[in-house]
């Protein structure tokens, strides 16, 4: 039985580990905690392993987990949908090899669970039956019994009828990236990382049908032959297409709309009303309304996507100042496809990204990057060594030298202690040989660990992001999906706001006034605020619920990130950092919200802890969507309300009269 097991299981993951290896180094997923014995260890791919071998008290931390069955059960008794073995091998060979493609991947999950921090505040200790379930950042946390992992279609369907049935929740969850953990409920989640074919590619028209749990760069890789690739993509390609449609992510370009525009057509399964194949010639109001609905409508298992010929793109990346940028800006933004900037607090210095197609047969500009790698990353490096000595003083004693030149400051946004005045070592200190394998975004962090709330620290990692960008210049080609792609850090606090801009022909340049007074807003209330302040553009949405919707296709929006990064493994000094991102994030939005009609990116936004501002919240929302149409088409779709979570229900309560429809 072992054996024929093992050959249904290592088939599957020999097809499919060759893509969770970059997953596991690279970082973005979904990650939960179980008992192992009772568990299927699932790479964030696809695939299953019996996992029995493991003891009784071994956790794994880092990849998808769900509950050994076998046959097609459902919830309930529990039950699970999980496939059936196939008849044993005959050879004692292959067993050799099963298990040792066993050790392998016992092996990477032993590696996952040390190297992948915990969240804060989690009990490891979870029931056989218990999932706990974080999201990248470890900012988020579920703790549930029902963690489904369909298969196919029908399986999907069979598991929203019986979950509706009986009232089980069942909140569509993707890759688990979002920053706020949207897709999280302590009460019962659904995955279609298991469900990620490439069903279709359609040459005529240049679009592409897969089942939703397919990541982004599946779908690239899989296009690239055909000459084909996608439209635009966020800053990394880890997203479950699902995911990244239902909560309108996007790239950045003036005439590039957010990703739920690519939605050419998707099939949505209700609890209420069945199986539904929605187009913009097939109910439209529904479909449109549907493409950017958060999960709350049904769970979206395929989807349709129009695509564009691949092309390679020339990047150019330069460090100007705000004077420059701003006579230039309206310029850049005509003639640039892909166009970002970087604002560095603290300094005047702005990072320029600007990214065009490489007209086929045309060479690319001889000006390569005029430093070498180890050159760019000296400014990181050399201040690593400087800092790690003094820490190095202050471990063994001399916290009097630390304190006069890393000094504790208490900074308006909220009085956070440093760790240099306890004469704490954040981190090991590395040496070169460790340094040196380090990336541009972990020197980054391995930087900020030494004293994140210190603003004068804070201020020094900034001048060294500084230069490296200069060091950086230059231009570089590569094919889309790779130009488009960059470093996000490591796990972080984000606040994003998309809001509009004018048009491209006539931009009214409201948008460069929104990072300036965020770099005000720094200075003045002494924020230790990290870099960057990233900036994008993107043209309108016809999603009702994208946060870039016009009824204009001319509106151009304009997308601003905050950010403040938690490298730190502690509790204390991430509760620390959280709650001084949440005061740097609610004083931009005193300041700025408003006035710039300015709406958070719904894998970002966060719901307020207090009574009063998440009414003032639920206002906001209701002025700029159309709620009361979201909420009839889940009454209709999700009478039972299975589909839905706390965060859900927070920013969107159902009234009296809908409750007892949905009942």
Same mark, same amino acid.
């Given at each position: 039985?072992l ?7 290592v088939?599957a993951i ?14 973005p997923g979904?990650?939960?905690t179980?008992t192992a014995?009772?568990y ?6 696809s695939s299953?392993l019996?996992f029995?071998s493991?003891?009784?008290s071994?956790?794994v ?5 769900r509950?050994?069955f076998?046959g097609?059960?459902?919830i309930?008794?529990?039950?699970y949908f999980?496939s059936s073995g ?6 004692d060979a292959f ?6 493609y066993?050790?392998l ?6 590696a996952?669970y ?8 989690v ?6 039956d218990?999932h706990?379930?974080?999201n990248?950042s470890?900012?988020?946390?579920a ?9 196919s ?10 979950a509706?049935s009986?009232r ?9 990236l979002?920053?706020?953990?949207i897709?999280l ?5 659904v ?5 990620d074919?490439?069903?279709n ?5 240049n679009q592409?049908?897969v089942?939703a749990?397919?990541r982004v ?11 084909l690739?996608l439209q635009n993509?966020?800053?990394i390609?880890e ?6 449609t239902q909560v309108?992510a ?6 590039l ?7 050419v057509?998707l099939r ?5 009303k069945g199986?539904l194949?929605?187009?913009a010639?097939?109910?439209p109001e ?9 999960g709350?409508?049904?769970v979206?298992a395929?989807v349709t ?6 092309q390679?793109l ?5 460090v100007?100042?705000?004077?420059e940028?701003q006579?230039?800006?309206?310029k850049?933004l005509q003639e640039?496809k892909?166009l970002?900037?970087l604002w ?7 990072v320029v990204v600007?990214c065009n ?10 000006l390569?990057r005029?430093?070498?790698l180890?050159?760019r990353?000296?400014?990181f ?5 400087e800092l790690?000595?003094?820490?190095r003083?202050?471990?063994e004693?001399?916290v ?6 890393v000094?504790?400051?208490t900074?308006k ?15 090991g200190i590395?040496?070169d040989?460790?340094?040196s394998?380090?990336s ?5 962090d @391995?930087? &900020?660990?030494?004293?994140?709330l210190?603003r +004068? !620290? ?8 500084a =230069? ?7 231009y570089r080609?590569?094919?889309s999906?790779d130009i488009?792609g960059?470093?996000c850090?490591g796990q ?11 048009t491209l022909?006539?931009?009214n340049l409201t948008?460069l ?5 965020v ?5 003045r209330?002494?924020i230790?605020a990290?870099?960057?302040i990233e900036?994008?553009w993107t043209a309108?949405?016809?999603?009702p619920f994208?946060p ?5 296709a001319e509106?151009l ?7 403040m990064?938690?490298p ?5 000094q991430?509760?620390?950092?959280t709650r001084?991102?949440f005061e740097?994030r609610q004083?931009?939005q @005193?300041q &700025?919200w ?5 709406? +958070? !990116?719904?894998a ?6 207090? =009574?009063?501002s ?5 206002e906001?929302?209701?002025?700029r969507?159309p709620?009361?149409?979201l909420n ?5 779709l999700?009478p039972?309300g299975?589909?839905t979570?706390?965060?859900m229900?927070k ?9 007892e429809?949905?009942?």
């Amino acid at each position: 039985m072992l054996r024929g097991d093992l050959k249904r299981q290592v088939i599957a993951i020999s097809r499919c580990w060759y893509r969770t290896l970059p997953l596991l180094s690279r970082g973005p997923g979904l990650f939960a905690t179980a008992t192992a014995s009772k568990y299927h260890l699932l790479p964030s791919t696809s695939s299953l392993l019996p996992f029995g071998s493991i003891g009784e008290s071994a956790t794994v931390v880092g990849l998808y987990l769900r509950p050994q069955f076998s046959g097609s059960q459902l919830i309930g008794g529990t039950r699970y949908f999980c496939s059936s073995g196939s008849s044993a091998s005959s050879s004692d060979a292959f067993l050799g090899k099963s298990l040792a493609y066993v050790a392998l991947i016992v092996g990477s999950g032993l590696a996952t669970y040390y190297y992948f921090p915990r969240p804060a505040k989690v009990d490891q200790k979870v029931g056989s039956d218990e999932h706990v379930v974080t999201n990248w950042s470890g900012t988020h946390v579920a703790r549930t019994k029902v963690c489904i992992q369909p298969e196919s279609l029908e399986e999907l369907e069979a598991v929203v009828v019986d979950a509706n049935s009986k009232r089980q929740k069942l909140r569509p969850v993707g890759s688990g990236l979002s920053p706020n953990g949207i897709g999280l409920s302590d009460d019962g989640m659904v995955n279609l990382a298991l469900m990620d074919k490439i069903l279709n590619i359609d040459k005529q028209t240049n679009q592409v049908t897969v089942q939703a749990g397919a990541r982004v760069e599946q779908v690239v890789d899989a296009l690239r032959p055909h000459g084909l690739t996608l439209q635009n993509f966020a800053s990394i390609k880890e997203q479950q297409i699902g995911g990244f449609t239902q909560v309108g992510a996007h790239g950045t370009g003036a005439t590039l709309p957010p990703v739920d525009e690519q939605v050419v057509s998707l099939r949505l399964v209700t609890p209420g009303k069945g199986t539904l194949d929605l187009s913009a010639n097939n109910d439209p109001e529904l479909f449109y309304l549907s493409r950017c609905s958060l999960g709350l409508l049904g769970v979206v298992a395929e989807v349709t996507l129009q695509c564009v010929p691949i092309q390679k793109l020339l990047e150019y990346t330069f460090v100007t100042n705000k004077n420059e940028v701003q006579k230039r800006h309206k310029k850049w933004l005509q003639e640039n496809k892909h166009l970002r900037y970087l604002w560095i607090p603290d300094t005047d210095a702005v990072v320029v990204v600007q990214c065009n197609p490489l007209p086929n047969g045309k060479e690319p500009p001889k000006l390569g990057r005029k430093y070498s790698l180890d050159k760019r990353l000296e400014p990181f490096r050399s201040l690593y060594k400087e800092l790690s000595t003094k820490y190095r003083t202050a471990k063994e004693g001399d916290v009097q030298e630390t304190e006069k030149s890393v000094s504790s400051v208490t900074v308006k946004a909220g009085s956070m202690s440093s760790s240099a005045a306890r004469g704490e070592e954040p981190v090991g200190i590395l040496s070169d040989s460790e340094l040196s394998e380090l990336s541009f975004s972990e020197l980054r962090d @391995r930087l &900020l660990d030494f004293d994140p709330l210190n603003r +004068e !620290h804070v201020k020094r990692v900034n001048e060294a992001e500084a =230069e490296y960008w200069k060091r950086s210049e230059g231009y570089r080609v590569g094919w889309s999906d790779d130009i488009l792609g960059f470093e996000c850090g490591g796990q972080q606090w984000v606040a994003e706001v998309c809001f509009p801009t004018g048009t491209l022909k006539i931009p009214n340049l409201t948008d460069l006034d929104y990072p300036k007074k965020v770099l005000e807003l720094i200075r003045r209330e002494e924020i230790p605020a990290p870099a960057p302040i990233e900036q994008r553009w993107t043209a309108s949405s016809r999603s009702p619920f994208s946060p870039a919707f016009s009824s204009s296709a001319e509106t151009l929006f304009s997308w601003v990130g905050i950010i403040m990064y938690m490298p730190n493994l502690d509790d204390k000094q991430r509760e620390d950092i959280t709650r001084c991102f949440f005061e740097y994030r609610q004083a931009v939005q @005193r300041q &700025l919200w408003d006035s710039f009609a300015a709406y +958070e !990116h719904w894998a970002k936004i966060e719901i307020p802890n207090d =009574e009063e501002s998440l009414v003032q919240l639920q206002e906001k929302l209701r002025k700029r969507f159309p709620i009361d149409a979201l909420n009839k088409a889940r009454a209709e779709l999700d009478p039972n309300g299975i589909l839905t979570n706390h965060f859900m229900n927070k920013l969107f309560p159902l009234d009296r009269s809908q409750k007892e429809l949905a009942v």
